[in-house]
């Protein structure tokens, strides 16, 4: 017999998730281009909002998160009791594996999906699984091959994290009509913020129209509080009811459900940040597929850009170039694609930093024009 707790089965089974690098050594002021973030930090209204709570640190939350769910509510046209709030949109994912899945159970998702999946799955017993892509983005026929009789939760990421691919409403509507009722489907909309592709839906009709569809957003993408850790769910009433159950009695604090319900009310900014991303996103894609690289067509707030094998071209070495340059951006070895990075769309100077980087990474500057 063991003399030490020993966690359950499953648990050491998990690669630890690792966050976007945020430092180099050496280096004082980086262009932070690994995790995603909106580059024009929070709307100053939300910085505000979130200030004003400052003096009352003491007291516990609203932990029914009304306000913030009426602010939601009201911003997406959406019936506020379907909403739960999360701590990110990781806690609801968490959650939902927690109340559907179990030792012995599969939960499913497409091969290069968000890596929180098989980490949560892994985290209450159950078994990860994954069906395979074409053209990086995720194939339904093959999702629907890849249920058996144990698969209890689908995850989605539409559109995907990292490739930035996606699956338009009636692919997403055929996964779900191919599913059987008692298996839950979670639509990861993290970036449902940022598309401006006519054919895309979040998800939000599925979940209306059938008992067994759930949506999860975040605060950390588009909105830019990723450091406060804000997200929410909307979800049939049984199923929020599950999570309400479950979820922690003050789940969400203060200060980051005013800085919320300040950010979804500042469409201006909101507005801003899209079409600044929307512009960049193509230009940035432009540029560096003229380089010659593999870039994936994306529709989130980053790129998925895949090197050349040769060594000297490769993707580790261009990442080693880049934090020379101060600019960090995220490794993909861990979701399958060790010769490809993952850039988040940045302000413009920053994303000529980039583009100027890894042209003279690739030898394609001309330094006679001194481009
Ligand atoms: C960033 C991200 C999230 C997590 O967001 P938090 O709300 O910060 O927990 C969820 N899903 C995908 C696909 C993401 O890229």
């Known amino acids: 017999m063991s003399n030490r707790p020993e966690a359950r089965p499953g648990i050491m089974d998990i690669a630890a998730y690792v966050g976007g690098e945020s430092h180099i050594p050496g280096v004082d002021r980086i262009i932070k281009l690994s995790s995603n973030e909106g580059p024009f930090g929070p709307s100053p209204l939300a910085s505000k909002a979130h200030e004003a709570e400052a003096t009352a640190l003491h ?6 998160a009304a306000a913030l769910r009426k602010a939601i509510a009201a911003r997406y046209d959406l ?17 939902l594996c927690k109340a559907y899945a179990g030792v ?9 999906g968000f890596l929180m999946y098989p980490i949560t799955a892994r985290s209450v017993g159950a078994t990860p ?10 194939n339904v026929d093959n999702l629907l091959a890849a249920v058996t009789d144990k698969t209890k939760i689908v995850f989605l990421a539409n559109p995907n994290n990292p490739t930035g691919t996606y699956l338009p409403a009636s692919e997403v509507k055929r996964l779900r009509d191919g599913l059987r009722g008692d298996i839950l489907l979670v639509i990861d909309a993290a970036y449902a913020e940022y598309v401006t592709v006519d054919d895309y839906t979040p998800g939000i009709e599925l979940v209306e129209s059938t008992d067994n569809t759930v949506m999860t957003r975040t605060f950390s993408k588009i909105y830019a509080l990723g450091g406060v850790r804000l997200g929410w769910a909307y979800a049939p009433a049984h199923i929020v009811d599950v999570l309400n159950r479950i979820r922690g009695p003050f789940n969400v604090g203060a200060a980051a459900m005013a800085a919320g319900v300040a950010a979804i009310g500042d469409k201006a900014f909101e507005e801003m940040s899209r079409t600044h991303n929307t512009k960049w996103l193509a230009w940035t894609t432009e540029q560096l597929t003229k380089l010659g690289l593999d870039v994936t067509e994306s529709i989130g707030n980053f790129v998925l850009v895949c090197f050349d094998n040769a060594a000297d071209r490769g993707a580790e070495g261009a990442d080693a170039f880049l934090k020379s340059r101060g600019i960090v951006v995220r490794r993909m070895g861990g979701y399958g694609f060790p010769n490809c990075l993952r850039i988040t769309i940045g302000l413009e100077d920053e994303m000529r930093a980039v583009v100027d980087a890894l042209a003279d990474y690739l030898g394609r500057n001309d330094p006679e024009q001194g481009a």
Not at 79 to 95: F, H, K, Q, W, Y
């Open 59 to 64: 007291r516990y939350p609203d932990g029914g």
């Open 104 to 112: 012995g159970d599969e939960v499913l998702y497409s091969k290069h």
């Open 79 to 95: 019936d506020a009791e379907r909403i739960v709030c999360g701590a990110g949109s990781d806690e609801l994912i968490s959650l």
């Open 129 to 138: 699984v994954t069906a395979e892509e074409i053209d990086k983005t995720a």
